[in-house]
């Protein structure tokens, strides 16, 4: 048995499909993620798409990081998305849109604080200490 096939959309799939700034390439983002919503299509979403994706909305589209994080997350939810990482990723963007700090510092938080035997090794004293104190 086969196991099913697992797409991985890139960053201008989740844009066109979040932005609806070209209505034909909006509409074939849209045929992909309805797949991925009911199930019958499955998908991980990198997270190095997920900070690209996180920093066009924000800089480029200018969309608040509430609304650029809560897209991505809903995206996250759909059946389809078939991501090992998926908590972690919701858990970084919930961090990002509660607090004032970097995507990628918020996955370094929530990835340093899933796993017992994780340690970060970073010369940034204030992430740091958010590692300390997210124990």
Known sequence: MRKPLRSLPDTNILIRYLMRDDEALYLRAKEF???VKEGSTKAVILESVIVECV??????YNAPRNKAAQSLIDILHYKGIAN??????????TLFFERNIDIVNCILIVKKTSGPN????????????????SR
Do not use: Q, V
């Open 33 to 35: 993620f309805d797949k």
């Open 118 to 133: 994780t340690s970060l090794f970073s010369f940034n004293s204030a992430l740091n200490k958010m590692c300390k104190s």
């Open 84 to 93: 090992l990482d998926r908590t972690e990723l919701i858990r970084a963007l």
């Open 55 to 60: 920093y066009i909305l924000t800089k480029i």
